[in-house]
């Protein structure tokens, strides 16, 4: 039998110590997230519907499938920056007319909709999953252009929006915008480069250069209606494919123009009345990771309450047992499962892993991994025993692999190891993390320890004395930097991440990943990959 026995138990003061923790993280979470969700605020909000208008998130609402799910992504960028937590725009994958689609809405409630340095890294994100995936995509337009103040920041590379839309059309993925507002100066080419556009009677207003820009250019007296107005694109300009009588009608008429697509996966969903849930409660995912992530936790656990039926063919389970890899299937799907046990990678754990993920490549199988590392063994003893080199293995076959990756952060992810476990830098489909998460390039206490090292190095080579005090003080403050920058809001506001999730849904979340990458065709690499040092 290959269904996992689960050791977890949920009576304990330990489980009930683990739980606790997660739950005060969900909480601040929650709190966090809360903020993207409010938009402008109450005032501006408020002021929106007054205009008999619908919020992005109303709007996305409308768009899809009823009672299906909607993956939003990186609702926390711009957390910890000058700008509102979100970046004034909405992303994520649903589902419109039984197609999966990439879904993109400004917020017109944060300053007009317009775009600051994240809104770009956001939509930059978002295009990213959409054209890897081949997700027809949706764009629910309403955006004043850049955030003026901040355009040196927005005006060279927002340049790349337009060349996303561009290059998503000559690969045949459909592109679909919808105008509700303004979409004036360089977001006049959302609609100018999509192959679909609809636009809202007396609402939207599409032009280069408003009436007072016209006039301060030209000279030329000029209006709204005429200068850009929907009823003129879809009456003279062309511009307009479609003409809305009021934002429902616009979306009820994008979801028409999605059903007429005839867009067909690459793959066939697996039956979801064959699939069997895991043998354990996914609630228990709380009670599994510690508080000190110093703690190890058997990632067992947690494939045995994320995969189907909690059945796991291991792979080597006695060679390099700090890395557990093996088979399963999730929602249907096949996958390959590595994840962290004890945090250290040494270099049997490299070599499995390498091995493992020419297994995957060899097999058209996509790769899950759930990332606790504190990174690559240190030490005479094992850079004598080759870590570099099996080190190097591993992120080599990381690199090369061309089967989908997804990646989630469960506990620690510091280091070379956040690369060899397919970090950001190593583009998987898609990155979550756990509110346990975190990711620095070592812990606190290492990194701080290793600049007092330095510095007392330093000193004692100069023939002067060292200042203890302000050493402790030093070490103190760069502690707190480093914790407070490896945490995984700090993260995903910079878009190190596509979400923070609850532990609970990684299941599902997991889930709608594998049915969005199956709506492409890949095949894993039957060689290439470069030289294995042995």
């Given at each position: 039998m290959t269904?996992?026995a689960?050791?977890?138990?949920?009576?304990?003061?330990e489980?009930?110590?683990h739980?606790?923790a997660?739950?005060?993280?969900?909480a601040?979470l929650?709190?966090?997230?809360?903020?993207?969700?409010?938009?402008?605020?109450?005032?501006?909000?408020a002021r929106?519907h007054?205009r008999g208008?619908?919020?992005?998130?109303e709007?996305?609402e409308?768009?899809?499938?009823?009672d299906?799910?909607?993956?939003?992504?990186?609702?926390?960028?711009?957390?910890g920056?000058?700008?509102?937590?979100?970046?004034?725009?909405?992303?994520?994958?649903?589902?419109?007319?039984?197609?999966?689609?990439?879904?993109?809405?400004?917020?017109?409630?944060?300053?007009?909709?317009?775009s600051?340095?994240w809104?770009?890294?956001?939509?930059?994100?978002?295009?990213e999953?959409g054209?890897a995936?081949?997700?027809?995509?949706?764009?629910?337009?309403?955006?004043?252009?850049?955030?003026?103040?901040?355009q040196k920041?927005?005006?060279?590379?927002?340049?790349?929006?337009?060349?996303?839309?561009?290059?998503?059309?000559?690969?045949?993925?459909?592109t679909?915008?919808?105008?509700?507002?303004?979409?004036?100066a360089?977001?006049?080419?959302?609609?100018?480069?999509?192959?679909?556009?609809?636009m809202?009677?007396?609402?939207?207003?599409v032009?280069?250069?408003?009436?007072?820009?016209?006039?301060?250019?030209?000279?030329?007296?000029?209006d709204?209606?005429?200068?850009?107005?929907?009823?003129?694109?879809?009456r003279?300009?062309?511009?307009?494919?479609?003409?809305?009588?009021?934002?429902?009608?616009?979306?009820?008429?994008a979801?028409?123009?999605?059903?007429r697509?005839n867009?067909?996966?690459?793959?066939?969903?697996?039956?979801?009345?064959?699939?069997?849930?895991?043998?354990y409660?996914?609630?228990?995912?709380?009670?599994?990771v510690?508080?000190d992530?110093?703690?190890?936790?058997?990632?067992r656990?947690v494939?045995?309450r994320?995969?189907?039926?909690s059945d796991?063919?291991?792979f080597?389970?006695l060679?390099g047992?700090?890395?557990?890899?093996?088979w399963?299937?999730l929602?249907?799907?096949?996958?390959?499962?590595?994840?962290?046990?004890?945090?250290?990678?040494?270099?049997?754990e490299s070599?499995?892993?390498?091995?493992?993920?020419q297994?995957?490549?060899?097999?058209?199988i996509?790769?899950?991994?759930?990332?606790?590392?504190t990174g690559?063994?240190v030490?005479?003893e094992?850079?004598?025993?080759?870590?570099?080199k099996h080190?190097?293995?591993?992120?080599?076959?990381?690199?090369?692999s061309r089967v989908p990756?997804?990646?989630?952060?469960?506990?620690?992810?510091?280091g070379a190891g956040?690369?060899?476990?397919?970090?950001?830098?190593?583009?998987?489909r898609?990155?979550f993390?756990?509110p346990?998460a975190?990711s620095?390039v070592?812990?606190?206490?290492?990194?701080?320890?290793?600049?007092s090292?330095?510095?007392?190095?330093?000193?004692?080579a100069?023939?002067?004395?060292?200042?203890?005090?302000?050493?402790?003080?030093?070490?103190?403050?760069?502690?707190?930097q480093?914790?407070?920058?490896?945490?995984?809001?700090?993260?995903?506001?910079?878009?190190?991440?596509?979400?923070?999730?609850d532990p609970?849904?990684?299941?599902?979340v997991?889930g709608?990943c594998?049915?969005?990458?199956?709506?492409?065709?890949?095949?894993?690499?039957r060689?290439g990959?470069?030289?294995?040092r042995?």
């Amino acid at each position: 039998m290959t269904v996992l026995a689960s050791a977890l138990d949920p009576q304990s003061a330990e489980y009930a110590e683990h739980r606790e923790a997660m739950l005060a993280r969900l909480a601040e979470l929650e709190t966090e997230q809360g903020k993207a969700l409010e938009g402008g605020g109450e005032k501006y909000v408020a002021r929106h519907h007054k205009r008999g208008k619908l919020l992005a998130r109303e709007r996305i609402e409308l768009l899809l499938d009823p009672d299906t799910p909607f993956l939003e992504l990186s609702p926390l960028a711009a957390w910890g920056s000058d700008y509102p937590v979100g970046a004034s725009m909405v992303t994520g994958i649903g589902v419109v007319e039984g197609v999966e689609c990439l879904i993109t809405a400004n917020d017109p409630t944060v300053r007009g909709g317009a775009s600051n340095p994240w809104t770009l890294k956001k939509a930059f994100r978002a295009h990213e999953i959409g054209h890897a995936n081949r997700l027809p995509s949706i764009h629910l337009v309403e955006s004043g252009g850049a955030d003026l103040p901040s355009q040196k920041e927005i005006f060279i590379p927002g340049g790349a929006l337009f060349k996303h839309l561009t290059q998503s059309s000559a690969a045949g993925i459909p592109t679909i915008a919808v105008v509700f507002g303004n979409s004036t100066a360089g977001g006049a080419y959302v609609p100018g480069m999509s192959d679909h556009v609809i636009m809202v009677k007396e609402r939207a207003k599409v032009f280069l250069g408003g009436p007072p820009l016209v006039k301060m250019a030209t000279g030329e007296e000029s209006d709204d209606e005429s200068l850009g107005g929907a009823e003129m694109h879809a009456r003279t300009s062309g511009l307009a494919d479609y003409l809305a009588e009021d934002e429902r009608d616009a979306l009820r008429q994008a979801r028409r123009v999605v059903s007429r697509l005839n867009w067909r996966k690459e793959y066939a969903d697996p039956d979801p009345l064959s699939v069997a849930e895991p043998k354990y409660d996914q609630d228990e995912l709380l009670g599994i990771v510690p508080g000190d992530l110093k703690r190890p936790f058997d990632p067992r656990e947690v494939i045995a309450r994320v995969v189907d039926g909690s059945d796991f063919d291991e792979f080597k389970p006695l060679y390099g047992s700090s890395l557990v890899t093996g088979w399963a299937t999730l929602h249907g799907y096949p996958v390959g499962v590595l994840a962290n046990a004890q945090g250290v990678l040494f270099s049997e754990e490299s070599q499995k892993a390498a091995q493992f993920i020419q297994l995957a490549n060899q097999r058209d199988i996509p790769l899950l991994f759930l990332h606790n590392t504190t990174g690559y063994m240190v030490g005479k003893e094992y850079e004598q025993g080759g870590i570099i080199k099996h080190g190097a293995m591993m992120i080599n076959a990381v690199s090369n692999s061309r089967v989908p990756h997804l990646s989630v952060l469960m506990g620690a992810s510091y280091g070379a190891g956040h690369y060899g476990m397919c970090g950001r830098a190593y583009d998987p489909r898609f990155l979550f993390a756990w509110p346990s998460a975190k990711s620095a390039v070592m812990g606190p206490q290492q990194l701080a320890g290793v600049l007092s090292i330095v510095a007392r190095q330093s000193a004692a080579a100069k023939g002067q004395p060292y200042d203890d005090e302000a050493d402790a003080g030093l070490r103190a403050m760069v502690e707190q930097q480093i914790e407070s920058e490896s945490l995984p809001m700090f993260l995903s506001g910079r878009l190190y991440d596509d979400g923070v999730i609850d532990p609970r849904d990684t299941r599902t979340v997991l889930g709608l990943c594998l049915s969005a990458i199956h709506t492409a065709p890949y095949e894993g690499a039957r060689g290439g990959f470069g030289v294995f040092r042995m």
